[in-house]
């Protein structure tokens, strides 16, 4: 079936910048739409940038906005995060998700089918 790795979390100090990857093993990379989610301790999931099947679409939260870009490369099978200007409020574990319609930028967790378990993204203030 679909498998999702994240990687690329680490801790960092608030201003600085990070990368996340998430390679995708299974069928057809590039007819998901992908997402990006994180959850902080004693909090609930968010959502927070998610790209349409061919990279045309873009979303994120406000929170993130003008900080983080979101990107995908459909022949590696990976789809990236780079996060800039890092506050201590970003700290959580991040999670990649794949949305089997691949139209659009879904917002909502429940939209996804498949997930990843996770990389930890710690900012030091």
């Known amino acids: 079936q679909v498998q999702l790795v994240e990687s690329g979390g680490g801790l960092v100090q608030a201003g600085d910048s990070l990368s996340l990857s998430c390679l995708y093993f299974?069928?057809?990379?590039?007819?998901?739409?992908m997402g990006w989610f994180r959850q902080a301790p004693g909090k609930e999931r968010e959502f927070v940038a998610a790209i349409s099947w061919n990279g045309g679409e873009t979303g994120y939260a406000d929170s993130v906005k003008g900080r983080f870009i979101i990107s995908r490369d459909n022949p590696k099978n990976t789809a990236y995060l780079h996060m800039s200007s890092l506050k201590p409020e970003d700290t959580a574990v991040y999670y990649c998700?794949?949305?089997?319609?691949?139209?659009?930028?879904?917002?909502?967790?429940?939209?996804?089918?498949?997930w990843g378990r996770g990389t930890q993204v710690t900012v030091s203030s």
């Open positions: 299974g069928s057809v990379f590039n007819k998901y739409a």
């Open positions: 998700a794949a949305d089997s319609y691949g139209v659009g930028t879904p917002s909502d967790a429940y939209d996804y089918d498949y």
